[in-house]
């Protein structure tokens, strides 16, 4: 059974910085694609970051420039470093996982995905 579990969030002031990680356990490959995602209270889940097993990334417009996602294949770990945080960063973040590509597939739309996380808070104040 696959498993994703993310850690890493916290409390921070704004301009500060996290490192999200997400680590897999359950399964004997890396997966293809993964991915962060995070949904603020009353909105819906966002796509911020993606990556596939060769390193090409996707990033959302409000994520450019300041997340960046990279993978630790060997050790089957997701991380995303997020700098310079804004209290509209506030939200919960979970990681995404999956091997199967659809036709149209978009690496930020949540539905691509059929493995998730727990989330981790986090939470910018000003």
């Known amino acids: 059974q696959v498993k994703l579990v993310e850690s890493g969030g916290g409390s921070v002031q704004a301009g500060g910085s996290l490192r999200l990680s997400c680590a897999a356990s359950g399964y004997t490959a890396s997966f293809d694609y993964m991915a962060w995602f995070r949904q603020a209270p009353g909105k819906e889940r966002e796509g911020v970051a993606a990556i596939d097993r060769f390193g090409n990334t996707d990033y959302a417009t409000s994520a450019k420039g300041r997340f960046t996602i990279s993978q630790d294949i060997a050790k089957s770990t997701l991380v995303l470093q997020i700098n310079s945080l804004k209290p509209e960063d506030t939200a919960m973040y979970y990681c995404?996982?999956?091997?199967?590509?659809?036709?149209?597939?978009?690496?930020?739309?949540?539905?691509?995905?059929?493995?998730w996380g727990q989330g981790t808070q986090v939470t910018v104040s000003s």
């Open positions: 995404a996982a999956e091997n199967r590509r659809t036709r149209s597939w978009a690496p930020l739309r949540s539905s691509e995905y059929s493995h």
